[in-house]
């Protein structure tokens, strides 16, 4: 019997089963709001069979957008839009859920497929803010440090995020402290280089996540699961590590988090990344041993190949992103693939 068709429980939700859908920027919206693409597009990967399809990284403020076009959810307009997507979601069998997000020194820039470029207040951009006032790539304007009061608004900004995701009906919401993004600029001590509460110490690196934590911890429902989206590494010498992930996804499940969904890199230009099939999978392994629950990411791209991650107990979980993108029904074939009867659409059954 496939292990990756077992439903999975976390909380007072059930998964139909362990394949989930990766949170991927799609640059599409305008003003923060949701609109047909991203309907048809996460939709169809409801249709297509995935237990959980989250919605990607969506900004708790105008600030912390990574583009233009990303969606946002600072404001009350933002709510009834993505509730259309939920609730189509949910009427296919999948569960929603949202990534909420603040993008930091890496907010600010072009769409990829125009050229990824940082943005300035006179083509379109805005005064970004992380840690330190340290440029995440040379010949970029350098972003102003946060003080006192600018943290305590991105705690506050993830706080009511939080609340409105819970009004447009999603069952997961997961917090983005990976990728290079404000969360991780603050953990790591090559773009963190404060001297205050905030910085130094590993305790004080991971001090805003704990914080933003607590605040959201405090309005999601118990019932409902919590997920934090970590870089397990840096990939570079004296950044952040994987056993400092580790120690941090310990603390966090002592938080009420109840999944770390594992990635890595993205904080430096320099980055040196190992890649190869599943190469993230073993930062999900290690984490999994704190006795969080955890998701694999990263280059996993068959069904047999996904089935033996949970087989060898690596993750309990997992997040397909490009893959999904070429195949929005992937669970659907990897059903058949491992011998699985699985439920199809109605509408959809004469091609099974």
């Not at 599409?28 to 048809?40: E, P, R, T």
């Not at 009511?160 to 009906?169: D, E, Q």
């Not at 989206?229 to 010498?237: F, G, I, N, P, Q």
């Not at 690596?314 to 058949?336: S, V």
């Amino acid at each position: 019997m496939s292990l990756l068709f077992q439903p999975l429980t976390i909380k007072n939700i059930t998964f139909r089963n362990r394949i989930a859908v990766s949170p991927m920027c799609q640059y599409s919206a305008i003003n923060g709001y949701a609109n047909d693409w991203h309907l048809v597009h996460l939709g169809s990967r409801a249709v297509g069979g995935a237990a959980l399809v989250i919605v990607e990284a969506t900004a708790v403020s105008p600030e912390g957008r990574i583009s233009p076009g990303d969606l946002g959810i600072w404001e009350e307009g933002h709510v009834e839009p993505l509730k259309r997507i939920v609730d189509f979601i949910h009427a296919n069998g999948s569960v929603a859920g949202i990534q909420i997000a603040h993008a930091g020194r890496k907010a600010s820039h072009s769409a990829p497929w125009e050229r990824g470029i940082q943005l300035h207040e006179d083509n379109g951009g805005w005064t970004t803010v992380a840690p330190s006032p340290i440029a995440f790539d040379e010949g970029e304007q350098a972003p102003e440090e946060l003080d006192t009061q600018g943290i305590q608004k991105v705690i506050n900004d993830f706080k009511n995020a939080a609340i409105k995701s819970r009004k447009a009906g999603f069952k997961v919401l997961e917090i983005h402290a990976a990728h290079g993004y404000l969360m991780h600029e603050f953990l790591s001590p090559i773009s963190n280089t404060r001297n205050d509460n905030y910085g130094g110490s590993f305790e004080n690196r991971i001090r805003l996540l704990i914080e933003v934590t607590e605040a959201v911890r405090s309005v999601w429902p118990d019932e409902l699961p919590l997920f934090v989206r970590l870089s397990a590494t840096d990939w570079v010498e004296d950044g952040w590590s994987l056993p400092e992930t580790v120690r941090l996804s310990s603390i966090l499940k002592e938080k009420g988090v109840d999944l770390i969904d594992s990635s890595s890199g993205g904080n430096v230009m320099h980055q040196k990344i190992q890649l190869g099939p599943g190469y993230q999978v073993h930062f999900a392994e290690e984490i999994r041993k704190t006795g969080i629950l955890t998701a694999a990411v990263g280059l996993i791209t068959s069904s047999q190949q996904a089935e033996d991650i949970l087989n060898n107990n690596q993750a309990d979980m997992i997040l397909l992103g490009r893959e999904f993108l070429r195949n929005p029904y992937f669970p659907l074939h990897a059903a058949k693939e491992l011998n699985h009867d699985t439920n199809w659409p109605i509408q959809y059954l004469r091609a099974k």
